[in-house]
């Protein structure tokens, strides 16, 4: 896609490599002590990332009509979602990290984090029509925020100065936020 002010739009990479790294080590597993639920994980958790990276190629899209979130299978996300830019109030990035469930030391120190996870979110005006699907609850640090106006940064990279160039041209009334990060402990409190 070619850049430019109007129009910005990101598909699948293969950047998420552990997902089917995982699926193929599954099927080898699988194959070598013949276990066929091993098999049958591994299948199908390699033919979702080829289908996810193949056949659903947008993952993200901001044009003149408004944002696009493409069907995410990874997380088990089968639909896309159109949210038109007279419905966008704020357009929200965060990030969320997960504490490991077990302490780092017996000592009590520091813990380390053992995942953080960037997401963008869209919060909609008061009195926008409801989403097609997702509309429960989500993840986002904002609660008006539903779960099918969110989406995880994973498989793909955000760009933010081109995300900001097209809200310049297309919405200039939309506001673009940095929400920062939260604690997913914290957050489920």
């Known amino acids: 896609m070619l850049p430019g002010p109007g129009r910005y739009e990101e598909r699948w ?7 089917p790294l995982f699926g193929v080590v599954f099927l080898l597993v ?22 996810t990276v193949t056949v659903y190629r947008i993952a993200f899209r901001a044009d003149s009509a408004g944002i696009t ?17 007279s419905d966008i109030e704020t357009i929200i990035l965060y990030t969320l990290r997960e504490r490991p469930s077990l302490p780092a030391g017996s000592g009590g120190g520091k813990v380390d984090y053992l995942e953080s996870t960037n997401f963008i979110g869209i919060k909609r005006r008061a009195g926008a029509p409801a989403l097609a699907h ?3 609850s989500s993840n986002c640090p904002d609660p008006t925020v539903p779960a099918g106006a969110t989406r995880p940064i994973v498989g793909w990279r955000l760009d933010r100065d081109r995300l900001a160039a097209v809200i310049a041209a297309a919405a200039p009334a939309v506001r673009l936020v940095d929400d920062g990060t939260t604690d997913l402990e914290e957050f489920m409190k």
């Open 13 to 19: 990479r293969l950047t998420h490599v552990v997902i």
């Open 134 to 136: 997702g509309n429960q």
């Open 69 to 85: 979130f493409g069907a995410n299978l990874m997380s088990f996300k089968f639909y896309a979602v159109h949210i038109p830019w």
């Open 30 to 51: 699988g194959l070598t002590f013949h276990f066929w639920p091993f098999i049958v994980f591994g299948v199908v958790g390699v033919l979702l990332y080829i289908l």
